[in-house]
């Protein structure tokens, strides 16, 4: 089987410019996680939507960040306009049920803004 | 400031060593989680320990679960070279799983 797919791998961007990372879930999961990753700040959650539906967004820190699920195969996480303190690893993961159940998690998207 | 706070950051230790790390919290989850992440992978599970009090073995790495369901710790007998990686614990909050930050460990061959 499949796992939670991300792209781009590898994303390396100017200042100013619009970043879109793209998250195929793994079939049949009915709940996905946009996770960003630094250093400084861990793992955090941005968003995650439940039957493709936004549940709790808290987590974007600002209005330059959306993100989207048109459908259970597909999700969108948007910057725009990005800003290099935006680099980091962004993961896309998915459950098939509540987030106590194991989450699988994508390879993640490698994002420098500089 | 983060909700769980996981001790120590970072850990170097020769193959064969012994080793535990924690997890600690002020606030009760339903589950905890432990995690372990490899260089330009995403985290995969490891365990996840429900019950208060609770011990669960994957070959030589140990779970607690503290009894308050608050706490947890990771021991690991034996360290090999392969155990290298980022460990994270991660509480369960109603819907959400909330992380750690961390323990980077690197065990010397």
């Known amino acids: 089987d499949a796992g939670v797919i991300q792209s781009p791998r590898h994303e390396v961007t100017e200042m100013g410019q619009e970043v879109t990372l793209r998250c195929k879930p793994i079939?049949?999961?009915?709940?996905l996680f946009w996770y960003r990753q630094t250093m400084m700040r861990g793992l955090e959650l941005l968003i995650y939507f439940n039957n493709n539906v936004p549940i709790d967004d808290s987590g974007m820190p600002e209005d330059r960040f959306s993100a989207k699920m048109p459908n259970a195969s597909f999700s969108t996480l948007k910057i725009q306009p990005s800003e290099p303190r935006d680099s980091a690893v962004y993961f896309c993961?998915?459950?098939?049920?509540?987030?106590?159940?194991?989450?699988?998690f994508g390879e993640g998207s490698w994002l420098t803004v500089v | 400031t983060q909700l769980l706070e996981q001790s120590p950051q970072f850990l170097s230790i020769q193959e064969g060593e012994n080793l535990t790390v924690y997890c600690n919290s002020s606030s009760v989850f339903s589950s905890l989680q432990w995690y372990r992440q490899e260089p330009g992978e995403g985290p995969v599970l490891l365990v996840t320990v429900v019950t208060g009090g609770e011990v669960k073995k994957l070959k030589r790495l140990t779970f607690q679960f503290g009894d308050a369901r608050k706490d947890s710790s990771l021991h690991i007998t034996a360290a090999q070279p392969g155990d290298t990686g980022l460990y994270l614990c991660a509480g369960a909050r109603g819907n959400k799983l909330v992380f750690g930050a961390g323990t980077i460990l690197r065990v010397k061959s």
């Open positions: 993961a998915s459950t098939p049920g509540r987030a106590g159940n194991t989450i699988y």
């Open positions: 079939s049949g999961h009915n709940s």
